[in-house]
């Protein structure tokens, strides 16, 4: 399974922006980049995806770097609730498995 | 949200006794996965399945085994319950191969 590699914990400010890091060098062609969050005591949760392009929803962005080989998860206005681990995998097309990583553990101060 | 619910949500037993847990879901998803989670190891596959019967091994199978019988329901059973599983258990769903995840609240099982 393809790698990623993320910082192990980030702090922001509450309504300031955050921009959260992921790399993964060893992404090929057909891997899909997706992001999930876990809230404490809670299920991780679904928030973006993306394959080339930059994408958008109402939780976050997405912005893929041109080769492909880091991308950036970005919450444009952090909120106290924004607080988890936030982790970045890569998907094979088509694969059937989801491999997890460490994540990295977002901190919002008020 | 989606309709995924795991049972028991807690649990305590002793070593070397069997253990089930259930995942049930309302979406007709094809895939459903068992992951734990444990401090410091973050979520390590236990064993997913795509399809009725279809299942397969993830990262950190031995001790446990699984069956889906129909769609809705994916189970998770250890053998003989070790300390060494001690761990929060969550299920997941996906539609297919190139949609998300949607994962259940999780099963705190603690064997004494």
């Known amino acids: 399974d393809a790698k990623t590699t993320q910082p192990n914990s980030m702090e922001s400010n509450e309504e300031e922006p955050v921009h959260l890091p992921c790399n993964h060098s060893t992404i090929s062609g057909t891997d899909y980049i997706h992001w999930y969050r876990q809230l404490p005591s809670q299920g991780p949760e679904y928030v973006i995806h993306g394959l080339t392009s930059n994408v958008n929803n109402r939780m976050a962005s997405l912005a893929i770097a041109e080769d492909r080989k880091s991308s950036t998860l970005i919450l444009h206005r952090a909120t106290l609730r924004d607080a988890a681990v936030y982790y970045c995998?890569?998907?094979?097309?088509?694969?059937?498995?989801?491999?997890f990583g460490q994540g990295t553990r977002l901190t919002i101060n008020p | 949200d989606a309709g995924i619910t795991q049972s028991p949500r807690h649990k305590v037993t002793e070593t070397g006794t069997p253990v089930t847990l259930r995942c049930h879901q309302t979406e007709n998803h094809r895939y459903m996965y068992w992951y734990r989670q444990d401090p410091g190891h973050g979520l390590r596959l236990i064993h997913y399945?795509?399809?009725?019967?279809?299942?397969d091994k993830g990262e950190v199978s031995d001790g446990y085994s699984v069956s889906r019988s129909k769609t809705e329901d994916f189970l998770l059973t250890l053998e003989s319950a070790t300390s060494s599983q001690t761990s929060v258990y969550f299920c997941?769903?996906?539609?297919?191969?190139?949609?998300?995840?949607?994962f259940g609240q999780g099963t705190r099982l603690t064997v004494v």
């Open positions: 995998i890569l998907v094979i097309q088509g694969a059937q498995k989801l491999v």
């Open positions: 399945s795509y399809g009725v019967k279809d299942t």
């Open positions: 997941a769903i996906r539609r297919d191969r190139n949609t998300e995840a949607f």
